[in-house]
């Protein structure tokens, strides 16, 4: 456990994108974190398999880079997953297991915003916490949702939904970390899916 990660991450969010918001200018805030690059507060060696490992692993088969450069980049942004992706929690309350928790009423109007309907490729990996029909709900999407399977481990298949039209795909899935039993084959089709 990290405290100090929980008041950057967390406790300070809103205020660090308020700085930004009114100073767009000066993206590190006068909280020494800057929210477009976590990555540069978390100079520590991460595991690959770490979620946002995952999520640079899907970054790199997308963008064509090398997984390893843009996962462990700590100094500039520019050469790191995050100049290419945004990402944020559905959930409001950081946990080590999440079972149980709902989308939130204040959470669910933060969501609906337009911000989040113009990414061309979207992932939610929050299945347990959001139903498809609040996804719909969320991006105003009146088709269903294409139920795929990813792949295997030696527990279960690694299923998901995809949604596409014309501008965008949405994919909800399990949390992207490897336990949630992602493997690498489940993931290139997870990127396929989204090219």
């Not at 060696?45 to 490992?53: D, E, L, Q």
Request: glycine share 4%.
């Amino acid at each position: 456990m990290h405290p100090e990660l929980f008041i950057k991450e967390s406790i300070n969010n809103i205020i660090q994108w308020e700085s930004i918001l009114n100073n767009p200018t000066n993206i590190l805030t006068d909280l020494k974190f800057n929210p477009f690059f976590p990555r540069e507060y978390h100079t520590q060696k991460m595991r690959p398999r770490h979620t946002w490992g995952i999520y640079a692993q899907i970054i790199a088969g997308l963008k064509s880079k090398n997984t390893k450069d843009i996962f462990e980049e700590t100094e500039n942004i520019t050469d790191s997953f995050f100049t290419d992706c945004f990402i944020t929690e559905i959930n409001h309350i950081p946990s080590k297991y999440s079972r149980g928790h709902k989308l939130i009423s204040e959470r669910k109007e933060l969501l609906k915003n337009d911000f989040y309907k113009n990414f061309s490729k979207i992932v939610i990996g929050a299945k347990g916490y959001l139903q498809i029909e609040q996804l719909k709900d969320l991006f105003n999407i009146t088709s269903d949702f294409k139920e795929v399977k990813f792949g295997a481990n030696n527990q279960r298949e690694i299923k998901g939904f995809v949604y596409k039209n014309n501008s965008q795909t949405i994919i909800y899935c399990d949390h992207l970390s490897v336990g949630a039993g992602w493997t690498n084959d489940a993931l290139d089709k997870l990127i396929d899916t989204l090219k």
